[in-house]
């Protein structure tokens, strides 16, 4: 028992080291919306640091202190004097060893014997809101972990100022992440303080004072990014488009744990099968051990661990109650789903769970991750040279140029590997998201931003294919290059609107998976 206690924290490390493969398979590591991240980290050095004004008619930084600064911050920093690659291997790299170790330190604060459950969080860290390029969130989850462990550790120990400190350090980070994982965070705090209030064997003046002095204290450490999440909710308009799911869609996307990946949910809907079991037998146990117990003194049927699982219980309420679109916040539904089963994790490993049916669960959940990242592996590897093609085509075009791109891939993580292009170059891609929203650090320039076109299309009445403009400006720019990257059957739309810009547009480039044109 000693020799294994020993060598188990050696191969947890094995195990995370296996998870970074998938991370370093390839130069780039896509998904969805990392290549706009890494765009925007290289326009937030161009704008702060070397003042180009070219940039600054089309974008400028954005002053409020918006929630999902913290991925741009780090990428940026890296960014300043690294390669966009390394800036990005840096956070991912980090990111897939933080989050299993702060879980790790979780479950070892609330349950030291519980070292073996803390393998459930593999399949977490390649989760299908990391591969849409979440970074913010994903970020956010390991922050959530820190304070939480935090919070816990020093439950019952007087709380002074290095405490608060370190606790408002923590939030402020944890704000700067994800508004929502701030939220939620704070109010699993909450449910901590009540609960615990509520068990307790104390005095209710006892109790009383001890959970105003914990909520002096969180309060006093989260007032600053609160009243930033206040005055940012504040600003925001009410959504005009809200989109729920059907609650038919909703149960197979819990049943089948989609938040992790949608393409292996035949592995994911055993791993919620094992979860029912173990929870049902978990249950079951206790009322047995309650009856039993209360036939001879008084006892408690509730533990204190069981705020998680009141914890758990609101997640899956708001996973049923809360739209999954509401104005620019997509994926609502599949961020509650991920919290849901994190608290419901948590609540899991709190309680004894028998051997074998723990080894049985982890070894299960290890065989189905590393299937899982030998997929993530194979498929990052390919996906990169497709990256590092775009990339290379930055080496074609002048600094500080307008780059209007055309997405002729049906691949849907490729939707913004255009911004590839401009992640080491100032460049002016007319495919930017995040500066057409009000919740990232870059924001589109209203007042300077010229009307875009192609030339050869006086209007654009090409509806299979947009890019960044602004229709009310007076000022009109034809957009001096043009890249055509993936390898799809056009439609007929899209094959008229290609040969326009080959009669109008010079070929400056070509490779396997992106031409480049030049306007005559």
Known sequence: MA???KFEPLLFLIFVCLHLLPALSGRYFPTLDGPAHLYNSQLIIDLVFNNNTELTNYFVLNNEPVPNWMGHFILALFNYFLPAFIAEKILIVAYVIALPYTFRKLVLQLNPEGALMSYLIFPFVYSFMFMLGFYNFSIAIVFSFLILRYWIKNDQKKKGFIQVVVLAFLLICLYFSHLVVFGITLLAIGIHILYGILISKETVLNRINKGVKEVITIVLASIFPLILGINFYVKREAASEVQFLSNKQLIQELTEMKFLDPSYSNYFFIFFLIFCFLTIFLIYKRMVFFLQQS????TSFFKKHDFWFILAILMLVLYFKLPNMQGGAGYISLRMNHLFFIFWMLWLVCNHIPKLLSAGLILFVLYSSLVINNSHSKKSKLLSKDAVSIHKVAAYIPPGSIVLP?????????????????????????DNYESTVNYFPIHFNHQDFPTIRIKGVENNVFNCVSWLSNPYSEKIVYAPYIMVYGQKINTDCEEELLNIIKKTYCLAYRNEFVELYHIH
Request: aromatic letters at 10%.
């Open 3 to 5: 020799q294994s206690k």
């Open 295 to 298: 036939r001879r003194t008084a």
């Open 406 to 430: 055309i997405n002729n891939s049906d691949h849907w993580i490729m939707e913004h590997f255009s911004n590839y292009l401009g992640i080491d170059e100032p460049l002016i891609v007319l």
